[in-house]
Structures are given as structure tokens and as C-alpha cells.
């Protein structure tokens, strides 16, 4: 299908060994075991991103264009997708009183689920699509339908509330942290299956999707701390996330049909000017919002 990179042993063992010591830095001087505050989840957050720009300058360096881009393109895709991640996590933890001292390590676990949960989709999902391309079809009905479900009614947020009340009902003796680990277990899942087949759409190279994931996951404890309650003031990036998983589902079908393949550049390209454009006419809505007085209905 697309170039991949000629990852053999040395380079696996080497991304794996980097990630591994990242997490022991955030686990001993970043995210630390304590809430942090806004500035220092500012400070880890920029660590994480300038940390996963390098990593991608470095294939685009050492691997060709295309490599380096297909990361930055699924890298973007994924850390969008992460702050919807944020705003689920916020509802889980705050429907089910979870102390603030224990949200990092729920939040630890919760990473290091998905990170699995991820890793193993993208192997089984990415060596589908090799084998059989008529994968691609069922994947881009579960993107566009995602999509549809995205800019129809914000479901992943609903799905988060309903989630926590099943959760109450089924193991009501649990204690909150422990709880909102299974709440967030369940969420990892969900998340999983829609994120995994939006990245590889993008790419089928596990080494790029792999260390898009990772990356993009390793900041998102810091990324928690520093948009937990501001998540809410993008009231657009619903409706940009949504347009992006339809975009990409008809990019997917587009190459099945055709048997052309979109260049890269404009799959990234596109999945900036869509989040940019989200993101800054969510800013300028809640700055009209605040010169009228407040919060606009609905």
C-alpha cells in the first residue's frame, strides 16, 4: 500500500527502550504522583510535544519525507483525538468524586491500557488491511459513521456519562479511583476502535502508527492537568473531529476505488487547517460570548 520504514529489530528496541525511560522521567520528576498545576502541566505538555516533534524530524530526517510526515499527520490526528480522550476522562472523575491525588495514577494505568489495547489493534488492523484491502470498506464505514456520530450529537460524551452510570450500578462497592479505572478501561476501548483505524487510513506502517500512539498518549497525564477544565471552551472541536474522521474515511475509500493514494502532505495539511480552524472559532466564540455578558444558550 504506502512506503514503510525498514524497522527491523535495533529500531523497535530502541523506540520501545526510549518510551520506556520517557515514562520513568514522567513518573519520577514529571507528572510526579501529586496533582499538578497548571504550569507545571503546561511545562511537561510542551516537554511531551517538543519531545514527539524531534522524534518526528528525526524520521524525517533519517527515513525520507514521507515517513517523517505520515507521523506528524497521525501524530496530529491522535493528540486531537486525545483531548476528547480528556474531556471523558474529566466527566469519569468528577461523576464519580475520584480525589485529585489519585487521578494521575488512575490516569497512569488508564495510559498504559490503551497503550496496549492500541498496540494490538494496530497490528491485527494493519496487517488486515495487507492481506485482505476490503478491510479498508468496513473501516471507512466506522470512521464515517464515528464521524456522523460526532457532528449529529457529541456521542463520546454521552457514551462517557452512560458509561459512569452502569459502572455505579454494577460494582457499587467500589472505592472512586477504582472504579474510575474500569470507567476508564471501558473508555480506552471505545477510543481505541475509533482512533486505530483513523491512523491507518493515514498509514499501514505499524512503526509510524505505533510511535504515533505512544507519543501521543505519554503527554496526555500533563495534558489532563492543563485542559481538564478548559476543554469545554472548544465548543467546535466536536464538530472538527467529526469532519476529519468523515475526510478520512472518504481518503480511504477514495484509494480503494481509484487505486491512487492521496499524497501525505495534503492529508496532513488538511487534518491542520480543520483542528486550527476549530480550535480558533471556538476562541472567538467564547470571547463574543464573555463581551455579552456570558455563555450563549445551547
Known amino acids: 500500500m504506502d512506503a514503510q520504514v525498514d524497522a527491523g529489530l535495533p529500531l523497535w528496541g530502541g523506540l520501545l527502550l526510549f518510551l520506556v525511560l520517557l515514562i520513568l522521567v514522567d513518573l519520577r520528576v514529571g507528572s510526579a504522583k501529586k496533582h499538578m498545576d497548571v504550569r507545571t ?42 483531548l476528547d480522550n480528556v474531556f471523558v476522562f474529566t466527566l469519569i472523575f468528577a461523576a464519580l468524586a475520584v ?28 496487517e488486515a488491511l495487507e492481506r485482505y484491502s476490503w478491510i479498508a470498506w468496513p473501516f471507512a464505514a466506522l470512521l464515517a459513521w464515528t464521524g456522523y456520530k460526532i457532528l449529529r450529537s457529541g456521542d463520546e460524551h454521552d457514551a462517557g456519562d452512560k458509561m459512569v452510570e452502569r459502572i455505579r450500578k454494577r460494582f457499587p462497592d467500589l472505592k472512586p479511583a477504582a472504579a474510575a479505572l474500569v470507567a476508564v478501561a471501558f473508555a480506552d476501548v471505545i477510543f481505541a476502535v ?33 485542559v481538564a477544565g478548559a476543554v469545554a471552551r472548544f465548543a467546535y472541536l466536536q464538530t472538527g473531529l467529526g469532519i476529519l ?3 478520512i474515511a472518504a481518503k480511504l475509500a477514495y484509494g480503494e476505488i481509484t487505486g491512487d493514494k492521496i499524497p501525505v502532505g495534503i492529508t496532513l495539511g488538511s487534518i491542520i487547517l480543520v483542528l486550527g480552524v476549530a480550535v480558533g472559532a471556538s476562541l472567538v466564540k467564547e470571547r463574543r460570548e464573555k463581551r455579552a455578558g456570558g455563555p450563549t444558550a445551547g
Open 41 to 82: 502541566a503546561a511545562i511537561w505538555s510542551g516537554i511531551w510535544v517538543g519531545v514527539s516533534i524531534l522524534f518526528g524530524l528525526g524520521l524525517l530526517l533519517f527515513e525520507g519525507g514521507e515517513a517523517g510526515s505520515t507521523f506528524f499527520a497521525g501524530y496530529a490526528m491522535e493528540k486531537a483525538l486525545s
Open 99 to 126: 480525589p485529585k491525588d489519585e487521578q494521575p495514577r488512575v490516569l497512569l494505568w488508564g495510559i498504559l491500557i490503551a497503550l496496549v489495547l492500541r498496540t494490538i489493534l494496530i497490528f491485527v488492523g494493519a
Open 194 to 226: 475509533d482512533s486505530v483505524p483513523a491512523i491507518l487510513a493515514i498509514t499501514t506502517d505499524t512503526f509510524v502508527v505505533f510511535a504515533a500512539n505512544a507519543f501521543a498518549l505519554l503527554g496526555l497525564r500533563a495534558l489532563f492537568f492543563l
Open 245 to 247: 474522521l468523515i475526510a
